[in-house]
């Protein structure tokens, strides 16, 4: 997933995006409202954390800005503050959930998979195709009933493949899903990326495989006997 973090806490900022990478997620941090509103226009996130103390502005007009411009990414407000009132404010500008300073990172997490679980795009827990069977939630995945180990950044890609079903993902969208806005990549990067998920794939025996379309992108799809 691509992930926004907007958060004027350093120490803070630097471990989310830490521990969020380390789960495969491409994550761009912020810490200002006027940085944040330029990300926003320019990526397309799947989640968004967004503090309500920001160094410019408050978070909550923030996250009300981008609803009222259409934006629907799913977005946690973090605080300080544990008070009903602040809650509801933020709730009432377009978060959709909140959490309260400090907290566990794997309740942070927790919310965030709950979140996404939520969307409107996600019509199933589990993909099924041939005999690969892909579960998100825990980032397992089997072939033949066998486990196969996938990186972090593998299963991000394959991910973003399986959940485009029919549809051809171009390199350039494989990449700004996997690499943060300040991270530069390249198409080798990517070329190697899928090659190693390709082999991992084939090599366990799967039914299906990622085809290249020479100039158009990637598609998954199943093999040809």
């Not at 390709?198 to 799967?206: I, V």
Request: hydrophobic share 45%; glycine share 6%; net charge negative.
């Amino acid at each position: 997933m691509r992930i926004l973090v907007v958060e004027n806490d350093r120490l803070l900022s630097e471990a989310l995006g830490r521990r969020l990478t380390e789960a495969g997620h491409a994550v761009d941090v912020f810490a200002t409202v006027a940085d944040a509103e330029a990300a926003w226009k320019m990526a397309a996130y799947d989640l968004c954390i967004v503090d309500v103390m920001l160094d410019d502005g408050d978070g909550r007009e923030l996250v009300r800005s981008a609803r009222a411009a259409g934006l629907r990414t799913p977005t946690l407000m973090l605080t300080a503050r544990d008070e009903i009132g602040d809650r509801v404010a933020g709730l009432d500008a377009g978060a959709d959930d909140y959490l309260v300073k400090p907290f566990a990172t794997e309740e942070l997490l927790a919310r965030l998979r709950a979140l996404r679980r939520r969307r409107e795009d996600i019509a199933a827990t589990e993909f099924r195709i041939g005999n690969l069977l892909y579960d998100p939630q825990s980032m397992s995945l089997k072939v033949a009933d066998r486990d196969v180990k996938l990186t972090a950044q593998e299963h991000a890609a394959l991910d973003k493949l399986i959940r485009a079903g029919d549809r051809i993902t171009p390199k350039r969208m494989l990449g700004e899903h996997l690499y943060p806005l300040h991270e530069d990549w390249s198409d080798n990067a990517i070329e190697t990326l899928v090659h190693r998920l390709r082999k991992k794939l084939s090599e366990a025996g799967a039914t299906v495989e990622v085809k290249a379309l020479r100039g158009l992108g990637y598609i998954l799809c199943m093999t040809q006997s």
